[in-house]
């Protein structure tokens, strides 16, 4: 049966079709394994109440993980800390990548060593970044307590990533650095698209730079800036490395994110439907702030 | 005038140097603390620059030391000698060599699949493209510490576990969706009469991807190898998951390991740091107008 109903397919499918598919059939199919299944699965899963701990049963619940989810104090920290977290993240990374795109948009001497210079953090591998910070925080040691106390500006060693109310800033610093430059290069893209009539009109008007900043660049780099805020938030709310490295959700809760609570209670607590639940609930606030981003930006251009 | 260009200069040259000090500062010090012993990178205040370069943790992590059990290297290997060295040391090395041959794997992999179907997708005007172009994309949206789990099981059914192929394919699933959007882009921008003529002259699709396509879009092809290996060379949290000894762990696991475990000192980390980070920068600075034209091709339109 099978064969005819290919057969007939390939007859009647037209060359451009055929040829479609066949270039397209790697993909889907590595797609599938790796990537459809297990999100199919896993949505599948969250509707469970399984434990590995006791593995004989595992009985179908519906919503029930959700509810049991939203009810946890422990969520509702995860979504405190995770905010704070993605909002220092990516508002600072979007500024200094601003500031950074504008001096790599004006023509000076070692401008493109410079540009290929900040193309360094963006190579780092996560897991490095995070150990070099863990160590320029470390609080005996440390370089950042060493600079500090040699300029004056602290008057003895101090702790840094293991006081609670400095973590979170700590961690999204390590970010910081490493998330910049691509950022940076998106917006310096997009500020070169800018027709420099707009400038020269602008300054013939008797704009400063300032002005020429506040009503030329800002508004030509609109989705210049609607990408970086989509494309930083999505990598920040899920981040998970930095995490695991530099501070394990500690101290006590204070970096105690939604990633990290995935982590936790499906390789510790071994609760596989509440990790996959949690995982949906993460993506599906992804995929809201994206929307609201597009929304908010798009609505004039 | 004069006043106003001088301004700009300076203002110029000091937000070039505060750049310089804020991307290399911290790889310096990582760079700087690997070359110190024990006792120096432990000084109050911290040594900017070693005062005695030592390459021991580099050769412990190239030339393992033999470990025959006698009085000598017993107190050699005391901690308190300055000279400890953690029991994984040797494992680094393997751990490089996994990361390369998973790189570059996935690296071809993800070019050859990516670009028959992005052709297929921003040239064949077939049925359903645009769907087949959302199912692709879709699939990063699911945060990847939701995959892990289902993606052990079938790891496990196939029996690829602790196999650096199942990293492999793990990480195409990754890249791909990434790569595929950017060659798409690219592809759109070539001119649409060049694909008629050569269709005219009897290309086949094949052969229009071939002789037309990509020789006209090698910036996108190799800013997508570049982006494949490094995907793949800085990936964690799958490979942490997935591979659970030496013969499959890549270098970020190894060297997690070593940052996990307190005795092991942050002169030796910071070496195993180092020698993870010189690859994928020497390729990012090497390839950096690819990078930067290939990556940002989709950017410019929106």
Redesign the interface.
Request: no cysteine; glycine share 8%.
């Given at each position: 049966m099978a064969d005819t109903w290919a057969d007939r397919l390939s007859r009647k499918a037209g060359?451009?079709?055929r040829?479609?598919a066949i270039?397209?059939l790697?993909?889907?199919v590595?797609?599938m394994?790796?990537?459809?299944?297990?999100?199919i699965?896993?949505f599948y899963?969250s509707l469970f109440d399984i434990v590995l701990t006791r593995p004989w049963r595992r009985p179908f619940v519906g919503y029930g993980n959700y509810a049991r989810i939203f009810q946890d104090p422990m969520f509702w920290v995860a979504v405190q800390r995770t905010t704070v977290y993605t909002v220092v993240t990516v508002s600072i990374t979007t500024v200094f990548a601003l500031?950074?795109a504008l001096?790599l948009n004006?023509a000076?001497p070692?401008r493109r060593l410079?540009?290929?210079?900040?193309?360094?953090?963006?190579?780092?591998?996560?897991?490095?970044n995070?150990?070099?910070?863990?160590?320029?925080y470390?609080p005996?040691?440390?370089?950042l307590n060493?600079i500090l106390?040699?300029v004056g500006l602290l008057e003895s060693?101090t702790v840094w990533l293991g006081n609670p109310d400095r973590t979170l800033f700590m961690i999204a610093n390590a970010a910081i650095?490493k998330q910049m430059?691509?950022a940076a290069?998106?917006l310096l893209?997009?500020m070169k698209?800018i027709p420099q009539d707009l400038y020269r009109a602008a300054t013939v008007d008797g704009a400063n730079v300032f002005q020429r900043f506040w009503h030329v660049t800002l508004p030509a780099l609109k989705?210049?800036l609607?990408?970086v805020l989509v494309y930083e938030t999505m990598i920040s709310i899920?981040h998970?490395?930095l995490f695991?490295?530099m501070t394990q959700g500690g101290p006590g809760d204070a970096s105690y994110t939604l990633?990290w609570q995935?982590?936790v209670e499906?390789?510790r607590n071994l609760k596989?439907g509440i990790?996959?639940a949690l995982?949906?609930l993460?993506?599906i606030a992804?995929?809201v702030l994206s929307y609201l981003f597009i929304r908010g930006f798009g609505s004039k251009? | 005038m004069m006043w106003r260009r001088g301004l700009r200069a300076l203002v110029i040259t000091v937000l070039s140097l505060l750049l310089v000090i804020y991307v290399a500062g911290p790889v310096a010090w990582l760079v700087s603390s690997s070359l110190q012993s024990e006792s120096d990178i432990t000084a109050v205040p911290p040594n900017w620059l070693p005062p005695k370069v030592t390459f021991d943790n580099f050769e412990a992590i190239f030339a393992p030391p033999k470990r025959e059990v006698t009085y000598e290297t017993r107190r050699q290997g005391d901690p308190a000698t300055g000279r400890f060295l953690p029991s994984g040391a040797e494992n680094l090395l393997p751990a490089l060599w996994n990361s390369f041959a998973v790189g570059m794997l996935v690296a071809i992999l993800n070019l050859v699949v990516s670009m028959t179907a992005a052709y297929a997708i921003a040239v064949i005007h077939f049925k359903g493209r645009k769907a087949a172009l959302y199912t692709i994309l879709v699939t990063r949206v699911i945060p990847d510490i939701a995959l892990i789990v289902p993606l052990f099981l079938v790891m496990r059914q196939l029996d690829l576990v602790n196999t650096r192929f199942a990293l492999v394919v793990t990480y195409l699933a990754v890249t791909v969706p990434f790569t595929i959007f950017i060659l798409i882009s690219y592809f759109e921008q070539i001119p649409r009469d060049l694909y008629r003529a050569a269709r005219a002259d009897g290309c086949s699709h094949w052969q229009a991807l071939r002789f037309v396509y990509l020789p006209l879009s090698l910036p996108a092809l190799v800013a997508s190898v570049m982006f494949a290996f490094l995907t793949s060379w800085n990936e964690f949290i799958f490979a942490l998951i997935l591979t659970q000894n030496i013969t499959s762990q890549t270098l970020p696991i190894i060297i997690s390991g070593f940052v996990m475990d307190f005795t092991t000192s942050f002169s030796f980390i910071n070496a195993a740091g180092v020698i993870a980070i010189v690859p994928p920068v020497v390729l990012a600075m090497m390839f950096e107008r690819y990078i930067v034209s290939g990556l940002t091709a989709g950017a410019v339109k929106g």
């Open positions: 060359y451009d079709e040829s479609a270039l397209i790697p993909v889907f590595v797609l394994v790796v990537a459809l299944y297990p999100i699965y896993s899963t500031v950074v001096l004006e000076f070692g410079l540009s290929a210079l900040i193309l360094l953090p963006w190579a780092t591998p996560s897991i490095v995070g150990l070099m910070w863990k160590w320029i470390d005996g040691y440390g370089l060493g106390v040699q060693y650095w430059p691509l290069i998106l893209v997009s698209a989705p210049g609607m990408l899920r998970f490395d695991l490295i990633s995935i982590y499906t390789f596989f990790g996959a995982s949906y993460l993506a992804t995929f251009s | -």
